[in-house]
């Protein structure tokens, strides 16, 4: 594929609001994870929740949006200088040049939550002022953010589960390379909500304390909440990171366990190695999709092991955001962003005892070391991955 540049992005999740924030935690070794004490929610478990989201207030004119996937959203768009790095795009190219494409799993689904405990009494009937459309719906995301950022291009919703928010770096290269938008908006917000923490603790795969990637007594995982975003343009400048590779695959092996072999995991790493024309050797680091539960990282780690060997630095960093699930993609694409712009490897969070069973080279500490080039994963329910190559442009 022709690389894309990334021009700008931001970020927002439980260690904080803005890249230098995120940044800061992951380099102090600060984990955004507490004990579970959002809504009513009664479980046992971590969560990664962001601070001040209730008192979030929509910009005027957009009130119809108001939820709390699209508070989120404003968070990530109002930080690093997102929109302003998007109007002057905007005004480049022309609103309609610029695309959207924004990844999600649940999207508003806490609106429709409150709105059922508050349905009347006789009927059933939900309240009036719930608007389904512009909140539960997963396309409230992708038109809130088009209409924050006055944009008239192509607009997208990629719901693939956890790798929603990776696959949509896909959809905008596409478009880029085919001439069809000269800019794009990508990213992808999740937020909490009962259905997916009481969902998850159903499948048995909540951990009761902070997620343990790797580790040999990991036990599940720790949901979150968060996005962020990033502007792909048809050309940078000098300094700016490229979008140099994208893989995908879908091994529908099992409806929410991975293939135990890792062979959609390793197609999708093939795939984005081939579209960077590049070799696993020219890998400096991976950044695992590493849930840590028992199932996912040991595939992960049998395919990554068969495609780069045991050598190349790999993490996770869900041990500090927790998953973050139809964000994930976006989260850790921008944290190997983030890498690569300050010669880092992140270590991961909450990993006492690595498995033995595991062959891959795992950090458990920071690593300060060139990084030029970074592949990162994202793997969804039903086997929907996509894995992406990220690099410095020099």
């Known amino acids: 594929m022709h690389p894309v540049a ?35 929610v009664d479980l046992d478990t971590y969560i990664g ?19 709390r996937n699209n508070r989120l959203a404003q968070l990530a768009l109002e930080n690093d200088g997102f929109a302003e790095a998007v109007g002057a ?58 209409d924050y950022l006055s944009l008239t291009g192509p607009v997208v919703t990629v719901s693939s589960a956890c790798s929603s928010s990776a696959k949509v770096f896909g959809n905008a290269a596409r478009m880029i390379n085919a001439g069809i938008c000269d800019a794009a908006v990508v990213g992808g917000v999740d937020s909490l909500c ?25 036990d599940g995982i720790s949901i979150g909440e968060g996005g962020g975003f990033a502007l792909l343009e048809k050309t940078g400048g000098p ?8 893989g995908e695959s879908s091994d529908a092996y099992h409806m929410s366990t991975p293939h135990p072999a890792g062979l959609g995991a390793k197609l999708a790493m093939e795939r984005a190695l081939a579209a960077a024309g590049l070799r696993p050797g020219d890998i400096d680091y991976i950044n695992l999709h590493g849930t ?31 998953h973050l699930l139809g964000a ?42 060139r990084v030029t080039t970074v592949l990162t994963n994202s793997f969804g329910f039903g086997g ?11």
Not at 93 to 116: D, I, K, N, P
């Open 239 to 246: 300094h700016d990171p490229l979008l140099l590779g994208i």
């Open 194 to 218: 009962l259905t997916t923490l009481y969902g998850f603790n159903s499948l048995e795969l909540l951990s009761r304390a902070p997620c343990r990637p790797f580790d040999a007594q990991r």
């Open 328 to 369: 994930a993609g976006i989260t850790e694409a921008i944290i190997a962003l983030l890498a690569i712009e300050h010669d880092w490897m992140p270590g991961s969070m909450h990993t006492r005892t690595l498995d033995p069973g595991m062959k891959s080279n795992y950090l458990v500490e920071n690593v300060e070391t």
């Open 49 to 67: 929740r962001v601070e001040g989201v209730e008192d979030v207030r929509l910009r005027s004119g957009l009130d119809a949006y108001d939820c």
């Open 384 to 394: 929907s991955n996509c894995s992406l190559v990220l690099g410095s442009p020099a």
């Open 292 to 322: 840590a539960s028992k199932t996912n990282d040991a595939a992960e780690d049998k395919a990554v092991c068969d495609v780069f060997g045991r050598s190349t630095p790999v993490s996770s960093t869900k041990g500090s955001t927790g």
């Open 6 to 40: 990334i021009t700008s992005y931001s970020i927002v999740n439980g260690l904080g609001a803005g890249r230098h924030a995120v940044l800061d935690a992951l380099q102090s070794r600060c984990s955004g994870l507490r004990r579970c004490d959002f809504e009513t």
């Open 89 to 146: 795009a905007r005004e480049m190219y022309g609103a309609a040049r610029v695309g959207v494409f924004m990844g999600t799993s649940t999207s508003g689904m806490l609106q429709a939550e409150l709105a059922y405990r508050r349905r009347d009494a006789k009927t059933g009937a939900l309240p009036a002022e719930f608007a389904y459309t512009t909140t539960q719906n997963n396309f409230s995301l992708a038109a809130f953010v088009q």
